[in-house]
């Protein structure tokens, strides 16, 4: 019995003066690790004999708890010590002056996309979106282009294996594919991404951001395609009118196939939509092959509809003064602080993104 009340004597003593976290530590290591005081004091019970056994278990278990709340009691000592310390060192001095705050840009391809998704939005239209890397089937067969087709050849597009079935992306048209496939008629769909093609000059760069459109369901016809077309340029260029003429083309996804070229002109160095009589080519867009309705299980004889794509970089560029696409690209802070916007900035035609 002695032995415990010298133990408990000699820590209570130890644990009453200045320590840290350490010491405690320690403390506790000799008095309730494997090898410690307080441990080896149990292993003796079944030496004791048991007339005395109960007592001297009764009084250890007493002195450990007493040890114990001693311990707790100091290390919350040691923690309220620790808080006010910083309190007192760390107090922010609230009559500095306040630092520059150095606000970010949105760059003007993600601001156009919200634009144009905006746009959509208002007249039914959902944003879908897919991979970049595409298989061969999804990017031309699907879409009903020929294996002979230059769009196939290598120095068109960027192949990822000796085979040809991986690439990545030449337009946002498979994502219409993969649309078609996960659901049933009617579809309503802009997709907006990144695509990629082997060509790089002013205005073209190896990856460029490009939207496209379809719309899908019984009796759709051209008449539907042009007024999409011409509600959505003028809200984007925040026009009241504006000059539009379709130009027969082709393209293996729609028949007919049509180029549409909308009016502008010139004044002070700076191009004017909806204006003059000058052209500017704008975008591709047709009524969607029968052969594409077929490839995705929807008959052509009972659904049809129109496609469109169109450069996102070129409209950034026509709408806000960019004369060289390589800038949108070539991450220069300087560039991205002229021409990139604001977050809360926003321009007078932007309506917020509906997805």
Known sequence: MSDIKKIKNEYLDKLSGDLNIENINQIKSELFGKNGKISNSFKTLSSIPSEE???FASDLNLMKDELQEKINIKIHELEIKEINTKLKNEKIDITLP???IIQGKIHPVSQV???ISSVFSEIGFSVEEGPDVENEHYNFTALNTPDNHPARDMHDTFYLDNKKELLLRTHTS???IRTMLKGKPPFKIIAPGRTYRSDSDQTHAPMFHQVEGLHIDKNINMGHLKGCLN????SFFEVDKIKMRFRPSH??????SAEVDIGYELKDGKIVIGEGDKWLEILGCGMVHPNVLRNVQINPDKYQGYAFGIGIDRLAMLKYGINDLRAFFETDYRWLNHFGFDPLDVPSNYRGLSR
């Open 251 to 256: 393209f293996p996804f729609t028949e007919p």
């Open 231 to 234: 509600y959505f340029i003028k």
């Open 113 to 115: 996309i919200d634009e």
């Open 53 to 55: 056994r109960k007592k």
């Open 174 to 176: 498979p994502v219409q």
């Open 98 to 100: 306040e630092r520059d």
